[in-house]
Structures are given as structure tokens and as C-alpha cells.
């Protein structure tokens, strides 16, 4: 992705598309749990497959609400 500022545009980095996607700003990007070191390529990768966070629990809370809805009928 590209972002334009003042006519020139350039490549959004890991953090700011991390930013876009609802993470928030603690979330680890560059290493591992074990210490690697992540290249910005596969930062990006990583991001792209994820489900941003804020679109997760709007999902869980939907199936939540409905099977509710569901239990109640019954």
C-alpha cells in the first residue's frame, strides 16, 4: 500500500499498516516469541493474513449474540 503526503508517495511501513488494521501499538511486529527477527516483507506478510483485532471481536460477539438468540428460543 501507498500513501501520498504532499504530492510524493511512498510504501506505508509495517507499523503504519499494523496501525490501519486495529492492532495496537504494543503489538510486537519485528520478533518473535523467540527472539527472530522479522523483515519488513514478512511483517507485511504477517499482517496482510491477519483478522485485525476489532473485526475479530465484532465477529465473536456476533455468533455470541446469536447463538444467545438461539438458546432463548428454544
Not at 29 to 40: E, N, T, V
Not at 41 to 59: D, R, S, W, Y
Given at each position: 500500500?501507498?500513501?501520498?503526503v504532499r504530492?510524493?508517495?511512498?510504501?506505508?511501513?509495517?507499523?503504519?499498516?499494523a496501525?490501519?488494521s486495529?492492532?495496537?501499538?504494543t503489538?510486537?511486529l519485528?520478533?518473535?516469541?523467540d527472539?527472530?527477527?522479522?523483515?519488513?516483507t514478512?511483517?507485511?506478510?504477517f499482517?496482510?493474513?491477519?483478522v485485525?483485532?476489532?473485526?475479530?471481536?465484532?465477529?465473536?460477539?456476533?455468533q455470541?449474540?446469536?447463538?444467545?438468540?438461539?438458546?432463548?428460543?428454544?
Amino acid at each position: 500500500l501507498y500513501r501520498t503526503v504532499r504530492g510524493s508517495s511512498y510504501v506505508l511501513t509495517p507499523r503504519e499498516l499494523a496501525n490501519a488494521s486495529s492492532f495496537p501499538r504494543t503489538y510486537k511486529l519485528d520478533r518473535g516469541h523467540d527472539g527472530r527477527i522479522f523483515s519488513k516483507t514478512k511483517q507485511v506478510h504477517f499482517i496482510g493474513n491477519a483478522v485485525p483485532p476489532l473485526m475479530g471481536a465484532h465477529v465473536i460477539r456476533a455468533q455470541w449474540n446469536s447463538r444467545a438468540q438461539l438458546g432463548a428460543a428454544a
